[in-house]
């Protein structure tokens, strides 16, 4: 996947890279909606392709992947390949690409992500974008010469947060971790001297309960950078005792990744923990590529600096992206007014950080996963027995939020829990998959319509925001 972030830009080809925890259904949609001409499947994670194989694109040229590194090697077969990578490397002079661009705005990369219609949106990034934020990463996250990045974010996750480039250009060192495990993580520590991680809250917090068990300490400091949901004062306290710094940053798909970042400020170090998590649970200020970060109210003006009006958070810079590819609808409406409305509803602080308190979007955020609201509905009222239902994020410890199935059983139906959650993980990929399922009526207007807020509220009462 790292060889390919650089090799397929500089054929001038488009990078697609796939998040493997989906479905076959789901990933069949992606290669054709991008009309993918040339497939690398890694054969330990081929299984989900070998299911359709049969119904994949015709010019799809499959080239495979065999880490023999493993130990066993569970290589799943494909009946369709063009051949294996390593050997096609073998066969080569190593006379390298001859790389030349006329547009610098050429599309670089799609990525896909989870949209409020159920099916997912491909973000275009380009080589500009690209070129940019490598520029603008060091700047916020650090990383430098001496650097030694460890992979615990996926290079499918909006290219890796665009570290292949940033890490590469400062020539820095990659460590590749082929599967999150805690223990693997300290040992790569000890033995590659790894300085810097990025990852989702449920990494970090990975990290530090293997770390309670175990007794293990990081040798030294490692900085990481984490988004999805900011860190607890919990988190915030095992992250030191391991020996982690904790950066919190906020973006999205459409911002190649993090848009903004929340790190300690010294004067902020003489605080109360408690204090100290909840001015690092802020989303706070532009990253240096990006242009602005505003709150705006329905008229587009700027909310008042009082961290209390809520409006939309808008970006606008060299972190945003080209468009969705082959949607000018929805590229128009995410564009709006000049800016790129993220979705997300947040306050803008007396000190210029912003704070989300909500969501416009019926999107659930869970360990760094887009999961689509709409989607998971449409999923469960598959089930013969399911009237009606209704998704919302509800708040978990581990995962930041989780799904919530509210549903309404046709008159005379019957259905348990377990069966509503099995039917989904037939249909959808499991992150996906709703965790709590409640039967009932569901809240609606005198028109008919499902009244969500009723259910959030009932689910984050107690909680000044409505995001985790």
């Not at 390919?4 to 054709?32: D, G, K, Q, S």
């Not at 009309?35 to 989900?48: F, S």
């Not at 990744?257 to 902020?268: D, K, N, Q, V």
């Not at 998971?376 to 013969?384: G, M, W, Y």
């Amino acid at each position: 996947m790292l060889e390919a972030h650089f090799a397929v830009p500089m054929l001038e080809a488009i990078l697609v890279a796939i998040n493997t925890r989906l479905l076959p259904e789901e990933i069949l949609y992606i290669l054709e909606h991008s009309g993918c001409k040339a497939l690398i499947v890694d054969t330990e994670l081929a299984e989900p392709l070998a299911r359709i194989e049969d119904r994949l694109p015709k010019d799809l040229k499959t080239i495979t992947v065999t880490d023999r590194t493993l130990s066993p090697v569970h290589p799943v077969p494909l009946k369709k390949s063009e051949g294996d990578y390593e050997a096609a490397l073998a066969c080569s002079d190593g006379g390298g690409i001859g790389f030349s661009l006329e547009d610098e705005n050429h599309t670089l990369a799609i990525n896909y992500t989870s949209g409020t219609t159920g099916r997912p949106k491909g973000v275009m990034y380009t080589h500009r974008g690209a070129a940019l934020n490598a520029f603008g990463t060091p700047i916020y996250s650090g990383i430098n010469r001496d650097s030694v990045y460890l992979w615990t974010v996926p290079m499918f996750h909006c290219n890796g947060w665009v570290f292949p480039y940033s890490v590469t250009l400062v020539g820095g060192t990659h460590v590749c971790l082929r599967k999150f495990r805690p223990e693997l993580v300290f040992d790569l520590v000890e033995k590659e001297g790894v300085t810097d991680l990025c990852g989702a809250p449920t990494v970090m917090l990975g990290i530090c309960q293997y770390a309670a068990e175990s007794g293990r300490r990081f040798p030294h400091c490692v900085r990481a950078n984490t988004a999805g949901a900011p860190p607890s004062p919990t988190l915030l306290e095992n992250c030191r005792k391991v020996g982690i710094e904790v950066k919190h940053l906020y973006g999205l798909t459409e911002t190649y990744g993090p848009h903004t970042t929340c790190r300690m400020e010294p004067e902020w170090e003489t605080l109360p923990l408690h204090e100290q998590a909840l001015l690092l649970a802020r989303q706070g200020v532009a990253n240096a590529n990006a242009l602005h970060l505003r709150v705006v109210d329905s008229d587009m003006n700027d909310v008042p600096r009082d961290g209390e009006t809520l409006g939309d958070v808008c970006m606008r810079g060299n972190n945003v992206m080209k468009g969705y590819f082959n949607n000018p609808e929805a590229t128009e409406e995410a564009f709006r007014g000049g800016w790129f409305h993220s979705g997300d509803l947040g306050v803008m602080h007396p000190d210029g950080y912003i704070e989300l308190r909500d969501r416009k979007k019926d999107i659930i955020i869970s360990g760094g996963e887009n999961i689509s609201t709409i989607e998971v509905e449409k999923t469960v009222v598959r089930h013969p027995a399911v009237l009606e239902c209704a998704v919302i994020a509800i708040p978990d410890d581990k995962w930041g939020e989780v799904p919530k199935a509210f549903v309404t059983l046709k008159p005379g139906a019957t259905a348990t829990v377990e069966e509503i959650v099995t039917h989904c993980r037939s249909h959808i990929a499991h992150f996906k998959c709703p965790k709590q399922v409640e039967f009932g009526e569901l809240p609606k207007t005198a028109t008919g319509k499902v009244q969500k807020f009723v259910l959030r509220e009932r689910e984050w009462a107690g909680r000044e925001k409505r995001v985790n």
